[in-house]
């Protein structure tokens, strides 16, 4: 192709601050695959607000303000680290992935669904934790489970190229087994969209699907980042189910809890807060990067009548270190009880 003709099927935005020049292109062949597979009003919504938030990231607005886009911060905490001769003690904590088995008694889950267990990922960053990556997919073939559901952060920036993240989630992809469906997290750009769903992870944005076991039913619903672009609707996520019917929320960041509790979700599943990824003995973190209760900040948790797990996440970002916060997998062993009568707050609607 002349060069003519590749800058014919691509659009250039330039940012110049202090200096600095960053490029950001969007293949217009993208964007019509986004807005046949999202409609036209909210595919340009998604990346008009992307391309807002790229400016205010390199003319320091107030999402520079975010660890993940402060760079100075980053060099500052991986030198002190080396100097000190903790970062390779960090640094190899990041391959030391546990497999968490979080085994829950369900109200209102269908007695066919008994023993179902969703593999749960989260936080993967995998184009920036190579080692973490090879040491997931050794575990992935060590383990049973009936769907895969991602909480998104695929990529280790918050902006620029999503090549090396699409390789990267390719191979990981290509040791999972069964269904897998996601969600898109504060790293992720749409821009990703239709290369995650090319290589068969289906995912959800603001959207539905149902889930067939021994002839029986549940709602998988995912919601678009709720942290970061602010661009989640669950109002629209679940317009189309019942929620008589057992239902499951996906998103990537844990801060929903309130809405959804309130919505009737049945368990959120959701990951983000890398459950503080550089914690004091105990597991303190030292922050969580999210606006909730710390107690929900990784782990098994309720809110009201809804269960929530808060994955610590696979991969790390900011600086590729661990202490007192080992990476992990997630199994969800779901269970049904028989429900008692219900007093007070009400998990349905009656």
Not at 210 to 237: C, P, S, W
Not at 245 to 254: A, K, N, Q, V, Y
Not at 314 to 329: D, L, T
């Amino acid at each position: 192709m002349s060069d003519t003709g590749a800058n014919s099927c691509m659009t250039r935005y330039t940012l110049s601050v202090m200096g600095n020049t960053s490029k950001i292109e969007v293949n217009q062949d993208i964007v019509h695959q986004l807005e046949a597979r999202l409609g036209r009003l909210y595919a340009r919504q998604r990346l008009g607000i992307e391309d807002d938030i790229d400016t205010r990231i390199f003319g320091q607005g107030i999402n520079f303000l975010h660890i993940e886009n402060w760079y100075s911060l980053q060099t500052v905490i991986r030198n002190t680290l080396k100097l000190t001769g903790l970062y390779r003690r960090g640094h190899r904590n990041t391959t030391r992935i546990q497999v968490r088995h979080n085994r829950v008694s369900l109200p209102g889950l269908p007695p066919g669904f008994d023993g179902f267990t969703l593999l749960h990922l989260s936080d993967l960053h995998v184009d920036m934790n190579p080692g973490a990556m090879h040491r997931l997919i050794e575990l992935l073939h060590e383990i049973d489970y009936d769907v895969c559901v991602l909480t998104g952060d695929y990529r280790g920036e918050t902006f620029g190229p999503i090549e090396e993240t699409l390789e990267g989630m390719t191979r990981v992809r290509t040791h999972l087994k069964g269904p897998v469906y996601g969600v898109l997290g504060n790293h992720d750009t749409i821009r990703m969209l239709p290369g995650l769903e090319d290589m068969g992870i289906r995912m959800l944005i603001n959207e539905s699907v149902t889930i067939q076991h021994n002839n029986a039913h549940i709602n998988l619903v995912g919601i678009d980042d709720a942290h970061y672009f602010r661009v989640d609707n669950i109002e629209k996520a679940a317009s189309e189910i019942n929620f008589d019917e057992f239902t499951i929320l996906l998103s990537h960041t844990p801060e929903i809890y309130r809405q959804a509790a309130h919505a009737d979700f049945d368990l959120l599943l959701a990951g983000h807060t890398h459950g503080g990824q550089i914690c004091l003995p105990g597991g303190i973190p030292i922050t969580l990067e999210s606006v909730l209760p710390r107690h929900m900040g990784s782990g098994a948790w309720k809110y009201h009548g809804m269960h929530g797990y808060t994955s610590v996440g696979v991969g790390s970002s900011v600086v590729e270190v661990r202490f007192n916060c080992p990476p992990e997998i997630t199994l969800h062993h779901l269970h049904p009880v028989v429900e008692r009568q219900k007093t007070g707050i009400h998990r349905k609607n009656t």
